[in-house]
């Protein structure tokens, strides 16, 4: 019979991932370490849940994501048992596109995308205070990872005033919304606009002109749209 650390580990992940991929995993994980569900211990499941649990989660979901949901559960288990301190130190977020799952685990584990549920790691920083210079790759690619730290951003492209694309970073092939980069951006040359968003149904573009560039996000259709439009607004282009 499993034991209590056990039980509410599985319980934990089974509301992030599938009951099945649950106990897969973590039954995995402690085998790889000479564990047995019906005795580890509250700190052999901690050093468990900061070690080769999260590296197995985060090959399944983004890292940020797997992390926020073991550290929680980790301090949940340090309450419950005082000597089994959690063992997870912090560390900053990352870009949705730095967390692309490594689907050879899922086969080692047999399991499929349908066992796992997916989100955006959230972010708190803002744009402003700095300036960049779109002419330079180096800070084409400074704004495309700020950018995607952002909560719901999947993809930032930075093109020309002409629409031509220059710098792309995405969770998928974003090759085909080059063509509404290219339109949003042939509305601003005719219009005094300074934003525009448009809801292409299960994502959403923003787009911001820069001068002689221009800036595209894309957004997941949970995303808040608001606080990106803000969020570029506060961008500044150096001169």
Not at 4 to 10: D, G, I, K, L, Q
Not at 14 to 31: P, Y
Not at 51 to 62: A, E, K, W
Request: charged residues 20%; negative net charge.
């Amino acid at each position: 019979m499993t034991n209590a650390v056990y039980t509410m580990t599985v319980r934990a992940l089974a509301g992030v991932v599938s009951e099945r991929a649950a106990e897969t995993m973590v039954r995995s994980v402690l085998r790889e370490q000479n564990l047995l569900p019906e005795n580890v211990s509250a700190q052999e499941m901690q050093r468990m849940l900061s070690g080769p649990l999260l590296s197995r989660l985060s090959t399944v979901m983004p890292a940020a994501r797997a992390r926020r949901e073991l550290l929680a559960l980790s301090a949940q288990m340090a309450d419950r048992y005082p000597k089994a301190p959690t063992l997870f130190i912090e560390s900053g977020p990352s870009a949705t596109w730095d967390d692309a799952p490594d689907t050879e685990m899922w086969n080692d584990l047999g399991l499929g995308a349908d066992d796992f549920e997916f989100d955006d790691p959230e972010y708190a920083a803002g744009l402003s205070g700095r300036s960049y210079d779109l002419n330079t790759t180096m800070d084409q690619d400074t704004l495309i990872q700020t950018l995607g730290r952002l909560s719901g951003v999947q993809g930032v492209m930075v093109c020309r005033a002409s629409g031509e694309v220059l710098r792309v970073r995405a969770v998928r092939d974003a090759n085909g919304l080059a063509g509404v980069v290219a339109a949003s951006a042939m509305l601003f040359q005719k219009r005094a606009l300074r934003l525009l968003s448009a809801d292409l149904g299960g994502q959403t573009v923003c787009v911001c002109p820069l001068g002689d560039h221009c800036v595209a996000v894309i957004a997941s259709s949970q995303a808040n749209v608001g606080r990106l439009l803000v969020e570029l607004q506060q961008i500044k282009v150096a001169a």
